[in-house]
């Protein structure tokens, strides 16, 4: 198929180029390297340096996509809680934009990027696409504000467009190809534990910060749901071809239904660098739920999606290789 990855120089949407390229699709991504990396980018794809808000309908027109992957957002939780206009501008009026070219230009497939942050604090656990959506956070209610906007433009298509949401939960881990570098996390800023976690490691930070040890949790630390990158990317794969079957809008979680505490994770980090990673108890940070773990029975039933690296250690494993690979690449 002929795509448009929107955000492909970023963390995910790199990986994901990777695994489209290595089945066979031509992509193009479109990314304004505001967060992303031009070199992240895999060399067999076609590059176009751009804001999707005003870029995405010249990329389209008249190009015969079969498909757009929407990547492309802002993502941080707490910028988007003290600077909100960046992230109903930047998520929901670019993504908008992107539907009314994609709509213009009749792609259609679309798969999106949505987030476990669209269910804010669950009432049970695991979480199914049937939970309340009540996001705590702006960055949580931008993503659920473009899912219902999928909805309504699948809807009214006539069965010409047909849209996956994938819900993700904490994506983690890096992607190894088999020719050129590996692609893994490259926030400049980094709010993700696994990476803080490996900074320690690295001997980039002193100490990493564990934010409250009351939870009601095991052992008083918030439980997550890490999911693989490459299990991810799988999904998107999938996820395009349960786009064009029927038309309409289908919304799946993505994770593995295991959570991992804190201090499991740190744990995990020490175990897989042999470094004896310091770590503190620090507050509570505003807006975490205690656990966040994912029911993906959707995803399988409907995808035929089965993640096949929910090993902590594994993930953490390569999310090392990952950071160890930058270093040297850095020259330290
Ligand atoms: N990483 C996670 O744990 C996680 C979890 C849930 C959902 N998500 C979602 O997955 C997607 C990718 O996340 P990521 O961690 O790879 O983030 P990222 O910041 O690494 O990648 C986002 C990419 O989009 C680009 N971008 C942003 N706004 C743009 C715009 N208007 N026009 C063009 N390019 C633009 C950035 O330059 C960057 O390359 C996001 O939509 C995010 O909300 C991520
Ligand atoms: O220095 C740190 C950083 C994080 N944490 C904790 O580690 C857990 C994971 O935090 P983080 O890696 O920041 O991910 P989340 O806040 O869980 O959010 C990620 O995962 C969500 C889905 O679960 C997605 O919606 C978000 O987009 C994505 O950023 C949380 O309990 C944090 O409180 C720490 O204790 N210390």
Known sequence: ??????????????????HLLAAGHDVTVLDDLSTGHRDAVPTAAAFVEGDVATAADDVLNGQGFDGVL????????????????KYWHGNVVTSVALLDAVRAHRVPRLVFSSTAATYGEPEISPITEDSPTRPTNPYGATKLAIDHAITSYAAAS?????????????????????????LGERHTTETHLIPLVLQVALGEREHVSMFGDDWPTPDGTCLRDYIHVDDLAAAHLLALDAAGADGGHLVCNLGNGTGFSVREVVEACRRVTGHPIPAIVAPRRA??????????????????????RGDLDGIVADAWAFAQAMRVGAGA
């Open 1 to 18: 198929m002929k795509l448009l990855v929107t955000g492909g120089a970023g963390y995910v949407g790199s990986v994901c180029t990777a």
């Open 287 to 308: 807006g975490d739920p205690a656990v966040l773990v994912a029911s993906a029975e959707r995803a399988r039933t409907r995808l035929g999606w089965a993640p096949e």
């Open 158 to 182: 006539g069965g010409e467009l047909g849209a996956v949401s994938l819900r993700y939960f904490n994506v983690a881990g890096a992607h190894r190809p088999t020719d050129g570098p590996m």
């Open 70 to 85: 929407h990547f492309a957002a802002r993502s941080l939780v707490g910028e988007s809680v003290v600077d909100p206009a």
